[in-house]
């Protein structure tokens, strides 16, 4: 078993910043690779970027250029987050797969008010 625990949401104002991070713990020696998602309200959840030990990383267009994703260390992938916009108001979460299994992050809430 692995769990994910994200913390990091909250509010900003357009313009700023927010850094969400993603730990794992349990049966798992690092994150080789980490998708991060979000679902707005009425909205399907939608890839948010993708990152891969390894390779480039890659982004959805709506946040190519303002998002970066990277590993802190062997169980810690960090989201962050720059020049938000109201549209990027969102659930926000992380989703790895290990050994056939996928397992998902509890979500934290991205409010950007304009």
Not at 25 to 37: L, Q, T, V
Request: aromatic share 8%.
């Amino acid at each position: 078993q692995v769990q994910l625990v994200e913390s990091g949401g909250g509010l900003v104002q357009a313009g700023g910043s927010l850094r969400l991070s993603c730990a794992a713990s349990g049966n798992i020696f690092s994150i080789n690779a980490m998708d991060w998602y979000r679902q707005a309200p009425g909205k399907e959840r939608e890839l948010v970027g993708r990152y891969t030990s390894g390779s480039p990383t890659n982004y959805a267009d709506s946040v190519k250029g303002r998002f970066i994703i990277s590993r802190v260390n062997l169980k810690t992938v960090v989201l962050q987050m720059n020049s938000l916009k109201p549209e990027d108001t969102a659930v926000y979460y992380c989703n790895i797969g290990v050994r056939g299994s996928s397992y998902w992050g509890q979500g934290t809430q991205v409010t950007v008010s304009s």
